[in-house]
């Protein structure tokens, strides 16, 4: 299994950035790929961006590209969220998740509010 913590959220102002760190524990010995999805009031989860084990490839929803990037520190066990620009549409639970071949493991979410 894969446990997984995320951190960083916040409560901030429309324009700033913030920084998600995911730490994994666990059977970290596997490579996977990671990513971020985030829940808005109200709405389904929805799928914000990826990393493969070597972070040679990324993905991004086109609602966060240009202003989220992913990244990951293996040696860390732990994938990042930097979040700039944010708008207010943004704010949501954002949960990270872990792609075992075989399982999905995912995190309790961390809450980032953006004010206008």
């Known amino acids: 299994q894969v446990h997984l913590v995320e951190s960083g959220g916040g409560l901030v102002q429309a324009g700033d950035s913030l920084r998600l760190s995911c730490a994994a524990s666990?059977?970290?010995?596997?490579?996977?790929?990671m990513a971020w999805f985030r829940r808005a009031p109200g709405k389904d989860r929805e799928f914000v961006a990826s990393?493969?084990?070597?972070?040679?490839?990324?993905g991004y929803a086109d609602s966060v590209k240009g202003r989220f990037t992913i990244s990951r520190d293996n040696a860390k066990n732990t994938v990042y969220l930097q979040m700039n620009s944010l708008k207010p549409e943004d704010t949501a639970v954002y949960y990270c998740k872990a792609n075992v071949p075989g399982a999905d493991y995912w995190g309790q979410g961390t809450q980032v509010t953006v004010s206008s």
């Open positions: 990393i493969t084990w070597s972070s040679g490839t990324t």
């Open positions: 666990g059977r970290t010995d596997r490579r996977y790929a």
